[in-house]
């Protein structure tokens, strides 16, 4: 059994800066790709940015220069950088990875962190 648990996320100002913790745990040979969605009030789950097993990163438009993803493989670990945090960016964000388990893949998703930013 593989769970993913997110962490970080809180109530901020517009400015500010916070980092979301993905641990994977259970059976993992290894994490293979991984994202960051989110999900604000009303709207639908939308990617914010991707890491591949080779580190490629690729960013949604809207925090393309403001968040970093990241992994830490030894940690079984992808993290979420954001600065300049904007109100916009208020909602429950989840991520997904990718996992090998012996010879086969699947996906997992974590059960959210809430990042709140006030203007």
């Known amino acids: 059994q593989v769970q993913l648990v997110e962490s970080g996320g809180g109530l901020v100002q517009a400015g500010a800066s916070l980092m979301l913790s993905c641990i994977a745990s259970g059976r993992i040979f290894r994490i293979n790709g991984a994202g960051w969605y989110r999900q604000a009030p009303g709207k639908q789950r939308e990617l914010v940015a991707s890491i591949t097993t080779g580190s490629s990163a690729n960013y949604a438009d809207s925090v393309k220069g403001r968040f970093t993803i990241s992994r830490d493989d030894a940690k079984n670990t992808v993290y979420l950088q954001m600065n300049s945090l904007k109100p916009e960016d208020t909602a429950v964000y989840y991520c997904?990875?990718?996992?090998?388990?012996?010879?086969?893949?699947?996906?997992?998703w974590g059960q959210g962190t809430q990042v709140t930013v006030s203007s």
């Open positions: 997904n990875a990718n996992v090998q388990v012996d010879s086969l893949s699947y996906s997992y």
